[in-house]
């Protein structure tokens, strides 16, 4: 064998000594950390300072905003409802994106006549739907949900559709000359070969439905964090504001963290390139 | 009607031209046979539509004119008793080797035990045990090649048809698996048309020789290279009477090229 192996694996990094992975760890956590620390650390000065409280109010307040909701329940009714309407859109608009755009991705013909439609429909401003959908499904979940999945439906459907598109003529060809049927080309090749395309559509797609729900409550409910904050904000209680925007960030990182492991998960195969941990 | 095992019977091709409502002839009736156990190398420029050749075999395209039979009958479907090695290596990068190459065993339905022997000696017979659980991505160009050898040769198909199969690996590696092909083709009696539009690996590797002409392609010979085995692929000239079949094909090949034209 004259063929050298590449081998990926960091084989020899976890031999190294423990104590000095862990340092570097440790040490890029907190440089991560820093901006962030140094944002809230400016902002507590700042309040009071260079800007009114009752405009911004500070870290420490909303801190203390947040443990009032928690300790006194006031917050989980409302994020109760907004978590099941988040779930709810994300997942109704992921599987009709999935299955949208797979089966347009598939077929050339569907393709022709459905594709200029979504297509048009893309176009849209989703958000502009939201009080035409208050109309349609009422001020509970049901228009939140349609508006969250609408708008996760084209993200994820656009994505699935080029990626169904994108899949390599010669290695369907290759696969149907090994014996391959269709159902068999669909769970070895295709769907396979998409998913990198599908778990990016679901990373993207989880910003949007935060916006879609809270659009959707904004314009008219009686539950949710999209009422909470929008009701803080007419209070003019900035702290309640914030309150509502941090557990929304926890909500997005959250989502975020666990579709990133999945996608690790799921594409280890992918050449290593930009997701290994980088050194400092 | 003959009893070999691949007939390319009065094969003619047209592809549509982009832009233009005619039709570019590629392939003008083009007949030769392969016998069973032979390894038969198709040469020609380049755009000559040698590549075709091997898609109509393998039941990918139907040809315009003509027919391929394989064991006599019409090739008009997929044709699943070939095996197709292209010219990249194509294995699926979201797959291990080991689950590469027991694919076609997996869609045949070929019990597990059984696929798992059978994919072991495979990979064995390519020099590729011990990279079961690497991914593609984690292989040089000459071991996914190698890797795509294992795949077609683990369902033992009746025809393995290659298409340029070492056209992008480096002249050092390009030996090596020349003359690995040849050992692997002896012994396991395999029957293969190779294309290829490199003259030496074509005299080195073949039995016979077809060479095709310039679009629009017709067959200019069908030459018998009786070169004993096993050949030295390192050193070609060493081979006795190997100038004298590369000059046979030559002879046959010079006329088409022609340096002015730009293919």
Same mark, same amino acid.
């Given at each position: 064998m004259t063929d050298m192996a590449y081998d990926a694996r960091p084989a020899d990094e976890a031999t190294g000594p423990r104590r000095s992975v862990w340092t570097g760890k440790v040490l890029r956590w907190l440089l991560t950390l820093l901006p962030g620390i140094a944002f809230l650390v400016f902002w507590q000065w700042a309040a009071g300072r260079l800007i009114k409280e009752i405009y911004v109010s500070k870290p420490t307040a909303v801190a203390l905003r947040l443990y009032e909701l928690f300790a006194s329940g006031e917050i989980y009714p409302h994020l109760w409802t907004t978590g099941e309407e988040l779930v709810l859109g994300y997942v109704i608009g992921v599987s009709g994106g999935v299955i949208g755009g797979y089966a347009l991705g598939r077929s050339p013909r569907l393709a022709r006549i459905f594709e200029p439609y979504v297509m048009a429909f893309y176009g849209v401003p989703k958000i502009a739907l939201a009080p035409l959908f208050i109309i349609w499904f009422g001020i509970g979940i049901g228009s939140k949900v349609a508006l969250a999945s609408i708008m996760v439906f084209f993200l994820v459907f656009y994505n699935v559709f080029t990626g169904v598109r994108s899949v390599d003529r010669e290695l369907v060809n290759l696969t149907l000359v090994m014996g391959a049927n269709q159902r068999q080309l669909t769970y070895h090749v295709f769907l396979p070969a998409s998913a990198p395309f599908v778990m990016l559509g679901m990373r993207m797609a989880i910003p949007y439905s935060v916006i879609g729900v809270i659009v959707g409550e904004f314009t008219s409910s009686t539950q949710g964090l999209g009422l909470f904050i929008h009701e803080a904000s007419a209070n003019y209680d900035p702290a309640g504001v914030f309150a509502g925007i941090v557990i929304l960030l926890g909500f997005v990182t959250i989502a975020g963290a666990l579709a990133g492991r999945l996608e690790r998960r799921l594409l280890r195969w992918q050449k290593p390139s930009g997701v290994g941990p980088s050194d400092i | 009607m003959s009893d070999s095992l691949l007939v390319f019977d009065g094969i003619g091709q047209d592809f549509p031209t982009p832009g233009r409502r005619a039709m570019v002839r590629v392939l003008d009736g083009i007949s030769f046979d392969i016998d069973r156990g032979k390894f038969v190398a198709v040469i020609g420029p380049s755009g000559c539509g040698k590549s075709t050749l091997l898609q109509m075999a393998a039941g990918l395209l139907a040809p315009t004119r003509g027919a391929v039979r394989h064991h006599g009958r019409n090739v008009t479907s997929v044709n699943t008793e070939v095996g197709f090695v292209p010219q990249q290596a194509q294995l699926f990068p979201w797959k291990t080797l080991q689950e590469n190459v027991e694919l076609p065993l997996l869609l045949r339905g070929v019990p597990t035990a059984e696929r798992r022997e059978r994919v072991a000696a495979a990979l064995k017979s390519v020099g590729l045990d011990g990279f079961e659980s690497h991914y593609p991505s984690q292989l040089s160009?000459?071991?996914?090649?190698?890797?795509?050898?294992?795949?077609?040769?683990?369902?033992? *198909? @009746?025809?393995?048809?290659?298409?340029? *199969?070492?056209?992008?690996? @480096?002249?050092?590696?390009?030996?090596?698996?020349?003359?690995?092909?040849?050992?692997?083709?002896?012994?396991?009696?395999?029957?293969?048309?190779?294309?290829?539009?490199?003259?030496t690996e074509a005299v080195l590797l073949a039995d016979n020789v077809v060479v095709l002409s310039q679009r629009p392609s017709r067959l200019l010979a069908n030459i018998p290279i009786d070169l004993p085995r096993p050949r030295n692929m390192f050193e070609p000239f060493r081979n006795a009477g190997f100038e004298a079949a590369y000059d046979a094909v030559w002879t046959e090949f010079r006329s088409q090229i022609d340096t002015g034209r730009v293919h």
């Open positions: - | 160009g000459g071991m996914q090649k190698r890797g795509s050898i294992a795949r077609t040769l683990v369902y033992r *198909p @009746d025809i393995i048809l290659m298409d340029e *199969p070492f056209g992008a690996l @480096d002249a050092q590696t390009r030996m090596v698996m020349q003359s690995d092909l040849q050992t692997l083709s002896i012994e396991a009696g395999a029957t293969i048309v190779f294309v290829t539009h490199d003259i």
